[in-house]
C-alpha cells in the first residue's frame, strides 16, 4: 500500500509521516508540486534517515541523489517530454489515466498509478470517465504492476484488489481524515487480509 503526501501542508506532517512508517508504511509518494527546491530539500530533511529508501520523488528528482532516494515519479506530461533522463539504477513510477497509457508504458516502469478508480476524495469533480475494472480486462502490460489511485477508502480496498489492482494508493481518505494514523492502520488491515 503506498501513501501519497497531500499537495498542500498539513499540520504535524512529518510527524504523521514518520508514524505511518512506524505502523508499516512501505512507500510515501512526496507529490508537492509547489514547492521550490529548498522547500523540498527542508522537507525531506526532517524525515529520518531510515525512512529514506521508503520515499519516491514527484518532482525536483535532482534531489534524489543527494538524499539517497532511489525511486523516481513521472507525471503523465513528464513522461512523454523528459523521460530521456539517465535513470540508472532507480525504481521508476508514473502516473496513468487509461488502460491505453497503461498498456503502452515502456518496460523501465515498476509500476504505474492508473486513475481515478473512483470519485476523487481530496479533487473536485474528479470521477472515472470509464470503469477501469472493465478495462484492466483489457490489460496487457504484465511487466509493470499496476496501482489504484482515485477515491481509495476501507470501504472499497477489498473490491479493487479483487478487480485486478495490485496495490492501491491512498490519499484523501488520510489526509482528510481526523485520525490519518488509525484510518491508515483500518487500510492497510484491509489490504493485508486481501494480499495474504
Not at 71 to 99: A, G, V
Not at 165 to 193: M, R, Y
Amino acid at each position: 500500500m503506498i501513501v501519497i503526501t497531500n499537495p498542500s501542508s498539513i499540520a504535524n506532517e512529518i510527524s504523521i509521516i514518520e508514524s505511518l512508517f512506524e505502523e508499516g508504511l512501505s512507500l510515501l509518494h512526496i507529490r508537492k508540486p509547489d514547492f521550490s527546491e529548498l522547500e523540498m530539500a527542508q522537507f525531506i530533511h526532517q524525515i529520518r534517515l531510515e525512512f529514506r529508501s521508503k520515499l519516491a520523488l514527484h518532482n525536483h528528482h535532482e534531489l534524489a541523489e543527494d538524499f539517497g532516494i532511489n525511486r523516481i515519479h513521472f507525471s503523465e506530461k513528464d513522461r512523454k517530454s523528459i523521460f530521456s533522463i539517465c535513470q540508472d539504477q532507480k525504481i521508476l513510477s508514473t502516473s496513468t489515466h487509461s488502460i491505453e497509457d497503461f498498456n503502452s508504458l515502456e518496460n523501465d516502469f515498476d509500476y504505474a498509478f492508473l486513475s481515478p478508480v473512483y470519485k476523487s476524495i481530496s479533487k473536485v469533480d474528479y470521477h472515472p470517465k470509464e470503469n477501469l475494472f472493465e478495462a484492466l480486462k483489457r490489460r496487457t502490460n504484465h511487466k509493470t504492476k499496476v496501482i489504484a489511485l482515485g477515491g481509495i477508502d476501507a470501504k472499497n480496498i477489498k473490491e479493487t484488489l479483487e478487480n485486478g489492482f495490485d496495490d492501491v494508493a491512498l490519499l484523501g481518505t488520510i489526509w482528510n481524515n481526523e485520525n490519518p494514523i488509525k484510518q491508515f492502520k483500518l487500510c492497510q488491515k484491509i489490504a493485508h487480509s486481501h494480499l495474504v
